[in-house]
């Protein structure tokens, strides 16, 4: 088991920023893929960013490309989600989640994440 816990998210207005951040109990050893999702009411889950385990570069949404990153501390298991330029569009409750499955590493999908934090939510106004 993998616990993972979100914090960081808040109500903010167009154009502003948030850092979320994903503290995971565990070492990312052995995660092939730390990723950040999104679920807004009514919709269904979908991926916002992607970290890999290695060098491989970290994959984003089109949605949100040019305007999130996502990075690690490796040595304190954190993760986190930089998102700057937020627009009411990005309004949703927000997880983290770690893989065990070196597929997630071709399908971004929710069903190749193993572990989920419960969520934080982002509220953007206009």
């Known amino acids: 088991q993998v616990d993972l816990m979100e914090s960081g998210g808040g109500s903010v207005q167009a154009g502003g920023s948030l850092r979320l951040t994903c503290r995971m109990a565990?070492?990312?050893?052995?995660?092939?893929?730390l990723g950040w999702f999104r679920q807004a009411p009514g919709k269904e889950r979908e991926n916002v960013a992607v970290?890999?385990?290695?060098?491989?570069?970290?994959t984003y949404a089109a949605s949100v490309a040019g305007r999130f990153i996502i990075s690690r501390d490796s040595i304190a298991s954190i993760f986190y989600l930089q998102m700057d330029s937020l627009k009411p569009e990005d309004t949703a409750m927000y997880f983290c989640?770690?893989?065990?499955?070196?597929?997630?590493?071709?399908?971004?999908?929710?069903?190749?994440?193993?572990?989920w934090g419960h969520g934080t939510q982002v509220t953007v106004s206009p």
């Open positions: 989640a770690a893989s065990a499955q070196y597929m997630c590493r071709v399908y971004s999908t929710p069903d190749y994440y193993n572990f």
């Open positions: 565990g070492a990312f050893a052995g995660r092939p893929c």
């Open positions: 970290l890999y385990e290695g060098d491989a570069p970290p």
